[in-house]
């Protein structure tokens, strides 16, 4: 994993070393990285990263504190929040405090109120030079401007550091501590939608359902209201509630079904009319979305180069559960045309986050041997040799309108790189040659009347990650699909003292065949060759040596690869 964020540790400080974004090192005193607050979305403190080896993270009670009454926050309201660290015979602290919903939603505005603190990134405040050192503990201030009304409740989150000075990540304790607030009743009586739950992001029907949830956000109790909702701009229709809501209590409502068009729509759902009334504040009234209705397929042949401006393009769906990095458009490197898709993992330093790119629906039924080809271009930060780092790329099918989904293509590590070397510590940016073409055979699917596809990006906070010219055709009718290795066999599997390698070329072309570990560390055998002719090839590959374990052999012949997996058993 980039050092940069090794130093994910929550909590950092001085003595501890890590990789700022330009990879120099520094002393951290200076304040903790982003995303380390040890918070359910950031899922991560210095010491479960490995950072600070030997280092349990210890909850503890009490270290997060502030003026928000017990009766809770009022929305706009700015209130201070006190952070501490103790630990006798200390002198060396840091921390990192995160206000989130369990979601990962940041609530309210931090501010910094003095040379102690720093807010480095919107949402996460840490300590700063000259707020790291104190003699057995140490006190950090700081304000929080509360969210706007029906927000609800959430957490601090934080993470501390009790180092102890010896420049090494060995023995500096690491504790975590949280404070939950609620957010105060509004005085009287204040209706409104808390959430919309139904439409979610796409349908491929031509009805929605949907489906509110109405909330009490006052301090007075009501028994009826007006439910208004409509898809885009249209005319709202309404429905009448009744029934009765208590202060911060909640009730799902289930609406009539609605008719929509395929393409792009927003639904908008607000109450009115409370009763008792009026209601005394209506910025919480209502909530909107936006969702996709993918009820028509796309013609196929298809094809998409993200050469237009508008991303995602009608049709397609960005799912970006941490609203943080996520499947962007870039001009700055592509495969054909103006541009690609893009997600930058190279600064994306929440390991384990997932962004999909979900495509429009398809008729494969279309086509008598339908194949889904992209073009690929990325490179690893970490040295494989010394390091088992990497992103990941899944591709996945649904027939059913993502009720399920199947996995058709997953790599990672070496397999997965498209550049020579295999990895470097400056942001990849690809060239012409660096790109590689990818294809999936979609025969088990042919049947399929309507097929959707997701690409998944996992970051390791590794490298950057292109994708280009998607396309969905007959087998013979996307260009490269005529591979030039075909009757690709290893035997026997398992294995235990040699693996057989055949393989069948059709063409002349450039042919390298190397075998990694399942933690992408390239192992003894390889095989690289600038020009082989066509015909027909065997490899006799000595496993004496090599551990019992699963492992993967990666070929590349041209344009194309392809990785199997294989066991050892002596």
């Given at each position: 994993?980039k050092?940069?964020?090794?130093?994910a540790?929550?909590l950092?400080?001085a003595?501890?070393?890590i990789i700022d974004?330009n990879?120099?090192?520094?002393?951290?005193?200076?304040?903790?990285?982003t995303g380390?607050?040890g918070s359910p979305?950031?899922?991560?403190?210095?010491a479960?990263?490995?950072?600070h080896?030997?280092?349990p993270?210890?909850?503890i009670t009490?270290?997060?504190?502030?003026?928000?009454p017990?009766?809770g926050?009022?929305?706009?309201?700015?209130y201070?929040?006190?952070a501490?660290a103790?630990?006798?015979?200390?002198?060396k602290?840091g921390f990192?405090?995160?206000?989130?919903?369990?979601?990962?939603?940041?609530?309210?505005?931090?501010?910094s109120?003095?040379?102690?603190?720093?807010?480095?990134?919107p949402?996460?405040?840490?300590h700063?030079?000259?707020g790291n050192?104190g003699?057995?503990?140490?006190?950090w201030t700081?304000?929080w401007?509360a969210?706007?009304?029906?927000?609800?409740g959430?957490?601090?989150?934080?993470?501390?550091?009790?180092?102890?000075?010896?420049g090494?990540t060995?023995?500096d304790?690491?504790?975590?501590s949280?404070?939950?607030?609620?957010?105060?009743?509004?005085p009287?009586?204040d209706?409104g939608?808390i959430s919309?739950?139904s439409?979610s992001?796409y349908?491929?029907a031509?009805?929605?359902t949907p489906v509110?949830?109405?909330h009490?956000?006052g301090?007075?109790?009501?028994?009826?209201a007006?439910?208004?909702?409509?898809?885009?701009a249209n005319?709202?229709a309404?429905?009448?509630?009744s029934g009765?809501?208590?202060?911060?209590s909640?009730?799902?409502?289930?609406?009539?079904?609605?008719?929509?068009?395929?393409?792009?729509?927003t639904f908008t759902?607000y109450?009115s009319?409370?009763?008792?009334g009026?209601?005394t504040i209506?910025?919480?009234d209502g909530?909107?979305i936006?969702?996709?209705v993918k009820?028509?397929?796309?013609?196929?042949p298809f094809?998409?180069?993200?050469d237009?401006?508008?991303?995602?393009?009608?049709?397609?769906?960005?799912?970006?559960p941490?609203n943080?990095?996520?499947w962007r458009?870039?001009?700055?490197?592509?495969?054909?045309?103006v541009a690609?898709a893009f997600?930058?993992?190279?600064?994306y330093?929440?390991?384990g986050?997932?962004?999909?790119?979900?495509?429009p629906t398809?008729n494969?039924?279309a086509m008598?041997?339908?194949?889904?080809?992209?073009?690929?271009?990325?490179?690893l930060y970490s040295?494989?040799?010394?390091a088992?780092a990497s992103?990941t790329?899944?591709?996945?099918i649904?027939?059913d309108?993502g009720t399920t989904?199947n996995?058709?293509?997953?790599?990672y590590?070496?397999?997965l790189?498209?550049?020579?070397?295999t990895?470097?510590t400056?942001?990849?940016?690809?060239t012409?040659s660096?790109w590689?073409?990818?294809?999936?055979?979609l025969a088990?699917?042919a049947?399929?009347?309507?097929a959707?596809?997701k690409?998944v990006n996992i970051?390791?906070y590794e490298?950057?990650?292109y994708?280009?010219?998607?396309?969905i055709d007959?087998s013979l009718g996307?260009?490269?699909?005529d591979?030039?290795v075909s009757s690709l066999?290893?035997f026997?599997n398992?294995?235990?003292d040699?693996l057989?390698l055949n393989?069948?070329?059709?063409?002349t072309?450039?042919?390298?065949?190397?075998?990694?570990?399942?933690?992408?560390?390239?192992?003894k055998?390889?095989?690289t060759?600038?020009?082989k002719?066509?015909g027909?090839?065997s490899n006799s590959?000595?496993?004496?040596g090599i551990?019992?374990?699963?492992?993967?052999?990666h070929?590349t012949?041209g344009?194309?690869?392809?990785?199997?997996?294989?066991t050892?058993?002596h």
């Amino acid at each position: 994993m980039k050092y940069k964020i090794l130093f994910a540790f929550v909590l950092l400080l001085a003595v501890v070393i890590i990789i700022d974004s330009n990879k120099n090192a520094f002393g951290n005193a200076a304040g903790a990285p982003t995303g380390v607050s040890g918070s359910p979305a950031d899922g991560t403190t210095c010491a479960q990263s490995g950072c600070h080896s030997g280092s349990p993270v210890t909850p503890i009670t009490g270290w997060i504190t502030s003026n928000i009454p017990a009766g809770g926050y009022t929305p706009g309201q700015t209130y201070q929040i006190t952070a501490k660290a103790v630990y006798i015979g200390r002198s060396k602290f840091g921390f990192e405090i995160s206000p989130q919903t369990p979601s990962g939603t940041i609530m309210g505005t931090l501010t910094s109120t003095g040379s102690k603190t720093s807010v480095h990134t919107p949402g996460w405040i840490t300590h700063t030079n000259a707020g790291n050192t104190g003699t057995d503990s140490i006190v950090w201030t700081f304000n929080w401007t509360a969210p706007a009304a029906g927000s609800g409740g959430f957490t601090f989150y934080g993470a501390f550091n009790c180092a102890n000075g010896d420049g090494n990540t060995t023995g500096d304790l690491i504790y975590t501590s949280t404070l939950t607030v609620g957010e105060a009743p509004s005085p009287g009586v204040d209706a409104g939608i808390i959430s919309i739950t139904s439409p979610s992001l796409y349908t491929c029907a031509g009805t929605i359902t949907p489906v509110v949830k109405i909330h009490n956000f006052g301090t007075t109790t009501f028994t009826a209201a007006t439910i208004n909702y409509m898809i885009d701009a249209n005319t709202p229709a309404t429905q009448a509630w009744s029934g009765s809501l208590v202060t911060d209590s909640s009730q799902t409502v289930t609406l009539p079904a609605i008719a929509v068009t395929s393409g792009r729509h927003t639904f908008t759902a607000y109450t009115s009319n409370p009763s008792p009334g009026p209601d005394t504040i209506t910025v919480n009234d209502g909530k909107t979305i936006s969702f996709d209705v993918k009820s028509t397929t796309q013609a196929i042949p298809f094809s998409e180069g993200f050469d237009t401006v508008v991303f995602p393009k009608t049709g397609w769906e960005i799912n970006n559960p941490n609203n943080d990095t996520t499947w962007r458009r870039t001009t700055a490197a592509f495969h054909s045309g103006v541009a690609s898709a893009f997600i930058n993992n190279f600064q994306y330093d929440k390991p384990g986050a997932k962004d999909e790119l979900i495509t429009p629906t398809f008729n494969l039924a279309a086509m008598s041997t339908p194949v889904l080809s992209f073009q690929l271009a990325y490179q690893l930060y970490s040295n494989p040799a010394t390091a088992h780092a990497s992103d990941t790329l899944e591709v996945f099918i649904t027939t059913d309108c993502g009720t399920t989904w199947n996995q058709l293509y997953k790599k990672y590590g070496v397999p997965l790189t498209t550049a020579t070397p295999t990895f470097s510590t400056t942001a990849f940016k690809p060239t012409a040659s660096e790109w590689r073409f990818e294809s999936v055979n979609l025969a088990p699917y042919a049947s399929a009347t309507s097929a959707m596809f997701k690409f998944v990006n996992i970051t390791d906070y590794e490298n950057n990650l292109y994708l280009d010219d998607i396309r969905i055709d007959n087998s013979l009718g996307i260009a490269g699909f005529d591979m030039p290795v075909s009757s690709l066999l290893l035997f026997p599997n398992p294995a235990s003292d040699r693996l057989t390698l055949n393989y069948e070329l059709s063409e002349t072309t450039p042919v390298s065949v190397k075998m990694y570990d399942m933690q992408g560390k390239e192992m003894k055998f390889s095989i690289t060759e600038t020009r082989k002719a066509a015909g027909t090839y065997s490899n006799s590959i000595d496993l004496s040596g090599i551990p019992d374990g699963i492992y993967l052999l990666h070929l590349t012949a041209g344009n194309h690869s392809e990785t199997r997996r294989f066991t050892v058993a002596h």
